[in-house]
Nanobody, 117 residues
Framework: QLQASGGGLVQPGGSLILSCIAS????????WGWYRRYPGKEREGVSC????????YYIDDVKGRFTISKDYATKTIYQQMNSLKPEDTAVYYC????????????WGQGTQVTVSS
C-alpha cells in the first residue's frame, strides 16, 4: 500500500506538493495515479502518469493547475498542485494504477488537502 503525504491547509490560490514513496518498485513497471475523495463520495481519478511512454492525463478540473511526475532517484511520485481552489478540498490518494478507482483494491492512507481562507 502506498501512503500519500504533503497535504495541509492552504489559502485559495496557493500551492501544495503531494508525495508518494514507491520503495522497492520499478517506477516504469506501472502507471501512477492520484485520486481524491470528497466526503461521502466515491474516489475519483485526478491525474495519471502512464507507464511506457510516460504520457499524462488530467481531469478537466485540474488541467493547467496540477502536474504529476516521478523521481527515479527517490522513487517518489509527486503531484504539484497550483492555483488551488476550495473545490480541491478532499483526501488525496496515490496508486500504482491508472483507471477506474473501483478497480483498485490496494488503497493506502490518503492525505487531507483543505483549501480555505
Amino acid at each position: 500500500q502506498l501512503q500519500a503525504s504533503g497535504g495541509g491547509l492552504v489559502q485559495p490560490g496557493g500551492s501544495l506538493i503531494l508525495s508518494c514513496i514507491a520503495s522497492g518498485i520499478d517506477l516504469d513497471d506501472y502507471g501512477w495515479g492520484w485520486y481524491r475523495r470528497y466526503p461521502g463520495k466515491e474516489r475519483e481519478g485526478v491525474s495519471c502518469l502512464f507507464g511506457g511512454d510516460g504520457g499524462t492525463y488530467y481531469i478537466d478540473d485540474v488541467k493547467g493547475r496540477f502536474t504529476i511526475s516521478k523521481d527515479y532517484a527517490t522513487k517518489t511520485i509527486y503531484q504539484q498542485m497550483n492555483s488551488l481552489k476550495p473545490e480541491d478540498t478532499a483526501v488525496y490518494y496515490c496508486a500504482k494504477y491508472c483507471g477506474d478507482p473501483k478497480g483498485y483494491p490496494y488503497w493506502g492512507q490518503g492525505t487531507q488537502v483543505t483549501v480555505s481562507s
